[in-house]
Structure formats: structure tokens, C-alpha cells
């Protein structure tokens, strides 16, 4: 059965450029981070009896930011929940990730993702996001993105992702 590793879009958020205007009552920055993310843990796979190396799946990964940030508040760790297709050594997905800033502040974002696969083993990916949401100094955030991830040999992977976002003041 075809193992599918997330390819998360993780929000990615680090040295914004805060730029204040006059007149305007937003906060807007550019995102700039990396994340390192587990083994997708549980993973549920269920095989489509179609043809060969066809299934969908569901599962959820755990990531820490290593180095991002947003309006100056460091990235710290997320969730990422995500459904997927893979055929062959092709996957495409979509979910949600739930990230955790140091304050404890929340940021919710969606994503579509799509990625490589090689003997069952995730390679790289891409994704765009968008930010859906957000708790405390987050209130009211927009924002979208991209994402590039490559696949680890552990079943880990590595994400570099990139965007904007505007808070309201």
C-alpha cells in the first residue's frame, strides 16, 4: 500500500516587512520561513481497487518551525491535517494547518498540496496556502503563499515557504 507522507503547507512566516500607511488600518508583511515536520502520524491509507497504486489517505503531521516569524512574534510549532490521492508516484492533497506562535497565539491556514513519490517514499512537494484565521494579535489575518518541501529518509520533511498577510489594527 502506497505510504503518503503530508505534503503540509505550512504557513510560512519569517522576517516580515511591516509596513504601516498612513490612512490604512492594516499591518501587512512578507513571509519567509522553514519547518521540519514528522512521519505523518496516524496515517490511514485505504487502497482504491481501480488499478494499481491508487489509494486516498488521511493524516496528520506535527511540525516546528526553524526560523520563521510574523509581526515580530517568533513561529513555534503546528498541526497539519490533511487528506490525500496518490497514484502511482503522484499525490495531491488538501488540509488544514493549525500553527502555534510563541505567544500562544493561533494561525489557521488551507492549503492544496502536490508531491513526488519514489518506493512509497514522499520526495518533494509543493503547496500555496492561504491564511483563514487567526486567535489574539492574529485577529482578522489574510495572507497566502507557497510552499516547497523535499522528503527525508526517515519519513520526515522539510519545508520552505514563502507569501504575504495583512492584519487588522
Request: aromatic share 6%; with cysteine.
Amino acid at each position: 500500500m502506497r505510504k503518503l507522507l503530508l505534503p503540509v503547507v505550512v504557513v510560512c512566516l519569517i522576517a516580515p516587512v511591516v509596513v504601516a500607511q498612513t490612512g490604512t488600518a492594516a499591518t501587512t508583511g512578507a513571509l519567509n520561513a522553514s519547518w521540519h515536520c514528522t512521519a505523518p502520524s496516524p496515517a490511514y491509507n485505504i487502497p482504491v481497487p481501480d488499478k494499481a497504486n491508487h489509494a486516498y489517505g488521511l493524516d496528520q503531521a506535527t511540525c516546528t518551525a526553524t526560523k520563521g516569524e510574523i509581526a515580530g512574534i517568533k513561529e513555534k510549532d503546528g498541526v497539519a491535517t490533511e487528506f490525500a490521492e496518490v497514484t502511482g508516484n503522484a499525490s495531491t492533497g488538501h488540509g488544514v494547518f493549525v500553527e502555534t506562535l510563541a505567544n500562544g497565539d493561533k494561525l489557521t491556514v488551507a492549503y492544496q498540496s502536490k508531491g513526488t513519490m519514489n518506493n512509497n517514499q514522499f520526495v518533494s512537494g509543493t503547496d500555496t496556502w492561504t491564511a483563514t484565521g487567526g486567535t489574539g494579535k492574529l485577529k482578522g489575518i489574510t495572507g497566502k503563499g507557497t510552499c516547497k518541501a523535499k522528503g527525508n529518509p526517515d519519513g520526515t520533511a522539510d519545508f520552505d515557504c514563502t507569501g504575504t498577510y495583512s492584519i487588522p489594527k
